[in-house]
């Protein structure tokens, strides 16, 4: 099946630094990902959707100045935490869509832990 | 918006059958998920259901009423390895967007 790689898989950061996650695809094009976050024990929340060569949508609550999203090509979007404070600390999750096929299924990454100290 | 509900855990023993029940609501219906989620890894798919019925899928199954807002996924000769947590999600409006449930944490017991 297709392959949704994340870099880096787990990363530690002072407070007030910023922090750069890449979402990949590997064998397939993707011209709209996803990013999503989860808290131990919590599910799966939406921050927003990523659309390359276009700015990206933001759920509502997601503060858009904070988690600045790049899709800058057919393959790869990067999510950043600017100014990353503990509270930010959480599992970070990326998936995309095959954007050849018209179906339903997405995959997702393998998820980036992210730990603020 | 979505509202999702799901029991927060369940156990069983392997080798039973369990249903994890999941009722929601939704302004706008794109679809029921059903992923698995192992502890610290990412989800993965398990079933899809856009109209109305069972989806079988080998020892998984997935129903879907519409009319009730409702979906149960059947796990049947349950092993160890099914230990997980399993989600119920809605599709969003544009293809690929999912709002999840909190989760049902399946412990399956020897």
């Known amino acids: 099946g297709a392959v949704v790689s994340q870099h880096p898989s787990r990363v530690i950061c002072k407070s007030g630094t910023s922090v750069k996650i890449e979402c990949r695809s590997l064998?397939?094009?993707?011209?709209?990902m996803f990013w999503y976050r989860q808290f131990p024990k919590k599910s799966l929340m939406l921050m927003a959707t990523s659309n390359e060569g276009s700015k990206a949508t933001y759920e509502q609550g997601v503060e858009k100045d904070k988690f600045l999203i790049n899709h800058a090509s057919l393959t790869l979007s990067t999510l950043t935490v600017t100014s990353a404070h503990p509270e930010d600390s959480s599992f970070y999750i990326c998936?995309?869509?095959?954007?050849?096929?018209?179906?339903?299924?997405?995959?997702f990454g393998p998820g980036t832990r992210l730990t603020v100290t | 918006g979505q509202n999702i509900d799901q029991p927060t855990e369940m156990t069983a023993t392997e080798g039973a059958i369990v249903q994890i029940n999941c009722t929601y609501q939704t302004s706008g219906f794109n679809g029921l998920f059903w992923y698995q989620q192992h502890a610290g890894e990412a989800p993965t798919f398990l079933s899809y259901n856009v109209l109305d019925g069972l989806e079988e899928k080998g020892r998984f199954s997935s129903f879907l009423s519409r009319s009730k807002g409702y979906s149960y996924l059947l796990l049947k000769e349950l092993q160890m390895k099914d230990s997980a947590s399993y989600l119920c999600?809605?599709?969003?409006?544009?293809?690929?967007?999912?709002?999840f449930g909190r989760g049902t944490q399946l412990t399956v017991w020897p």
């Open positions: 998936s995309a869509r095959d954007t050849g096929l018209v179906d339903y299924e997405q995959y």
């Open positions: 064998d397939f094009q993707a011209t709209t």
């Open positions: 999600s809605l599709g969003g409006s544009t293809l690929g967007r999912l709002y």
